[in-house]
């Protein structure tokens, strides 16, 4: 079916990587930054270039897209979505991929900051990648696989399927997303519009891998509150708000209950802002399990603890606000379990081995799955996500669409 096809996921990929996405956490705007509709622009134009009449892009930066069935059977709907944006962690501006072709294990050196070597010993999943192609950027930005790769993807299977009309299938919805890297990618998404039946998200790494467990996550936001003085006569009147955040950092766990010393199924208590001055200082949090149940537990925990340090300032108070984000995706794909063996069955007729995962973080798959949309995530080649060394695969890339155009045959098949 794909001898006489040519990919196009890597070229694509390729133009958009160069388009700065990134969004931005601290905005209360819809997308984030309006940089990230460049993009939704340009794919909704291509979309329609396809042939695909419907495509477009909202006025909240959302493409939508619907590939025609083929079929006369009644097939489910499904979706195929991914997100535009680029992680705030490092910089996507000025993003200049670097194609490898036919990598041999060696050591890649990154141009424009000789400093960023990627090397098999760092990244073993390389050893997996002798004779493929590799796409990198040059060493001073993030490459933008997470997302980019799976958009590339998705529009890929698009081309194929619109192409190949003989290849029998349901209809086809596309959605791409913003802001999915600040928790806002489904804030303003219209499942009523988009109308399917059940969905995946193209936002993993290894060839192979499938995951339809995440994270349940929280944000906790604490407030101190301390006492303010002119600072020449501040003695036994000044109670200092930042040093208090300070001591509720000194006092969290070193080596359990944190990024740096969990893996596996193991959740954590994670600060990632601090802000204030001698009067009022906030303190952001996110907390993850993988049961709901244990985020109420590292929340008592966190509270307790502050609870206990704020004895000793009785002048000063705070404010302990928790906030829901995501829950795990896994609560609701039990009940639907052949969106999972669907794909399950798509990887092995791609020539893949299967790779179940669980996600130490979360996907619009979370929340569109609580939406009413089942939605696990499926591979889409990243490695290295949201640092100056990450890489991609054009092979891995050509797999993930063939795995999609299975799956678009298999759902027809069963209906």
């Known amino acids: 079916m794909f001898d006489n096809y040519s990919f196009t996921a890597a070229e694509r990929f390729m133009r958009y990587v160069q388009r700065d996405t990134q969004s931005d956490p601290q905005s209360s705007s819809h997308p984030s930054t309006e940089k990230q509709k460049d993009l939704s622009r340009l794919l909704a134009d291509e979309l329609k270039r396809m042939g695909i009449a419907d495509a477009h892009m ?23 979505c991914a997100h535009v944006d680029t992680a705030p962690d490092c910089s996507g501006t000025g993003v200049k991929p670097i194609l490898h072709k036919n990598y041999q294990g060696q050591d890649i050196v990154l141009p424009d900051d000789t400093s960023q070597v990627l090397r098999i010993t760092d990244y073993p999943y390389l050893k997996t990648q002798l004779g493929n192609d590799l796409i990198t ?14 958009v590339a993807e998705i529009m890929d299977l698009a081309h194929f399927l619109m192409t190949n009309k003989e290849v029998k299938h349901g209809e086809i919805k596309i959605l791409f997303t913003p802001d999915e890297e600040v928790g806002h990618g ?25 995951e339809d467990e995440t994270f349940s996550a929280d944000a906790v936001q604490v407030i101190i509150h301390g006492v303010i003085a002119h600072p020449g006569y501040a003695k036994d009147k000044m109670i200092n708000a930042m040093k208090i955040a300070g001591e509720i950092l000194a006092a969290l766990p070193k080596d359990r209950l944190s990024p740096e010393s969990t893996e596996g199924r193991k959740g954590f208590i994670h600060p990632v802002r601090v802000e204030g001055i001698a009067e009022k200082c906030t303190i952001d949090f996110i907390i993850r399990d993988f049961e709901t149940e244990g985020l109420t537990k590292k929340e008592d925990f966190l509270r307790t603890q502050i609870e206990e340090l704020m004895r000793t300032y009785p002048k000063a108070s705070f404010e302990f606000h928790v906030t ?31 790779k179940m995962e669980s996600i130490r973080g979360g996907t619009d798959g979370s929340r569109l799955s609580f939406m009413g949309l089942p939605c696990p995530n499926l591979f889409a080649g990243e490695q290295g996500i949201h640092s100056k060394l990450e890489h991609i695969s054009v092979q891995d890339m050509n797999k993930a669409v063939e795995t999609m155009v299975h799956l678009t045959i298999i759902c027809e098949e069963k209906s």
């Open 58 to 80: 909202d006025e909240w930066g959302y493409v939508y897209a619907t590939i025609p069935s083929t079929t006369t059977k009644k097939v489910p709907v499904i979706c195929f």
């Open 186 to 210: 489904t804030a303003k998404v219209d499942l009523k519009k988009l109308g399917a039946n059940f969905g995946y998200t193209l936002d993993g790494g290894d060839a192979g891998s499938l």
């Open 324 to 354: 829901e984000q995501y829950r795990n995706m896994k609560e609701v794909l039990v009940k639907n379990p052949q969106v999972v063996e669907y794909a399950k069955e798509a990887i092995g007729r791609a020539g893949l081995t299967l």
């Open 137 to 150: 950027a040059s060493g001073t930005t993030l490459l933008g696989s997470d997302d980019k790769a799976g």
